[in-house]
């Protein structure tokens, strides 16, 4: 996954970012709430690690803010010295999705974060095809059929269609795009991935007259939109 991390203590934040790069997880740390807010302004994340104590502004108006004007179902895992009952159920009620009390363990937050990451329901950890209309994706066998045809991709290209799907509605950004597919930073000039998405959307035909949106976002990436439903802030 990609994880925004917002944590003021520099050995915290190293810690934790070690913990979840071991793990396979793509990290971006951030020290303080403008910092955070900016990134998650111009790029998308899977989850977000939140502190409560910050300077300026606090954990839980960055919550406030996140909910506000980034996409509600983005999981937030908030870690956090503050342990009292009050405060844990505060936060939940603000929006986070768990509460972790520091000092933590390396098990403990890799074993939330997986939790968190099993309520995205991502169509990559499926063992049975996947139906969108007419459109179905057998992670298995690494196939897309439209209409019961199968359609010729290449790895990449099968990648990019499994994400898109598994985040229909969802804005997601090059940067992110480029990061879990490709395996390269979001600082690379690129016109990479809006190749990929032009040959997609023809082979898939996710144009309107049959249902679909491919929609490309100026300056920030692109959103799968299924036509007959409202798509995700």
């Not at 919550?63 to 980034?70: E, F, K, N, P």
């Not at 929006?95 to 990451?117: C, E, F």
Request: with cysteine; hydrophobic share 40%.
């Amino acid at each position: 996954m990609r994880i925004a991390i917002l944590e003021d203590n520099q050995d915290q934040r190293r810690l934790i970012q070690l913990w979840l790069e071991e793990a396979g997880h793509h990290c971006h740390p951030h020290a303080d709430a403008a910092a955070f807010q900016r990134s998650l302004k111009r790029s998308s994340f899977d989850l977000l690690v939140i502190d409560w104590e910050l300077p300026v502004s606090s954990g839980i108006e960055v919550l406030a803010w996140v909910r506000g004007h980034i996409d509600w179902h983005i999981p937030v895992l908030f870690m956090t010295a503050r342990d009292s009952e009050a405060d844990i159920v505060h936060a939940l009620e603000q929006g986070a999705d768990d509460y972790i009390i520091k000092p933590a363990s390396q098990a403990v937050t890799l074993a939330r974060i997986n939790a968190l990451a099993r309520r995205l329901g991502s169509p990559q950890r499926s063992h049975e095809p996947l139906a969108f209309g007419d459109i179905s994706i057998d992670i298995e066998k690494g196939e897309i059929q439209v209409g019961g045809c199968r359609c010729e991709l290449t790895e990449r290209e099968f990648q990019l269609a499994v994400m898109l799907f598994n985040n229909v509605g969802r804005l997601i950004s090059r940067d992110h795009l480029l990061e879990n597919i490709w395996g390269i930073t979001a600082n690379i000039a690129t016109r990479t991935v809006d190749t990929h998405v032009s040959r997609l959307r023809q082979k898939l035909q996710l144009t309107p007259e049959h249902g679909w949106q491919l929609k490309a976002i100026y300056q920030h990436g692109y959103r799968l939109e299924h036509l007959n439903e409202p798509p995700i802030a």
